[in-house]
């Protein structure tokens, strides 16, 4: 029985070895990237020379960074959850430090137009910027939408649909989102 646990400890070493490796692989794909860079697989990335990522980034599972026409900074001790989709594209997301990034959430930088007489599939994107200030939570299933700041310290709410910018040391939620506390 004693053998169990030390065959465990084995198994975790060796995952964070293959975490390590394919980080360092996937290092290649975008412009910069800080020290202990350890995505799980997979995750996605398009337009990685315009993503620059700082240090002791984390990532679980399926995710995605897309910065075609657009960019995406990272800063220290960032960590997503599985499922999200930071998509920089046509735009610009800034993400500070030591922010938590829950599953399923979106952050989009750009959107399509909508004036009427053009088909919706034909409109241009209309790109905007993102900006996540140091110490943010982001919970589950949110969404994050062009021209918007998270100040530093706030939290989003579990489903929450950010249109506005959000205080230093509020937290935010529903649709959409409106604050409902503040961190003490």
């Known amino acids: 029985m004693t053998q169990l646990p030390a065959f465990s400890k084995l198994l975790s070493k060796i995952g964070a070895l293959c975490t390590l490796l394919y980080g360092s692989i996937l290092s ?3 412009s910069k990237t800080g020290r202990r860079f350890m995505p799980t697989y997979p995750l996605k990335i398009i337009g990685g020379e315009n993503i620059c990522i700082g240090d002791n980034f984390r990532s679980m599972g ?3 960074l897309y910065a075609n026409d657009g960019a995406i900074t990272i800063g220290d001790n960032m960590s997503m959850n599985t499922n999200v989709q930071v998509g920089g594209s046509s735009g610009r997301i ?3 430090n030591n ?3 829950g599953p399923n959430v979106v952050l989009r930088a750009a959107d399509h137009g909508i004036a009427l007489g053009t088909p919706i599939r034909f409109q241009p994107h209309v ?3 993102i900006v996540v200030e140091d110490d943010v ?3 589950a299933n949110a969404v994050i939408l062009r021209d918007v700041t998270l100040g530093q310290g706030c939290v989003v709410a579990a489903g929450a649909v950010v249109t506005k910018n959000v205080e230093p040391y509020a937290v935010v939620g529903g649709v959409p989102a409106r604050k409902i506390s503040s961190r003490h």
């Open 94 to 96: 800034t993400i500070g």
């Open 28 to 30: 290649f794909r975008v």
């Open 127 to 129: 790109g905007g910027e």
């Open 99 to 101: 922010v938590l990034i």
């Open 62 to 64: 399926c995710n995605y």
């Open 137 to 139: 939570w982001v919970g």
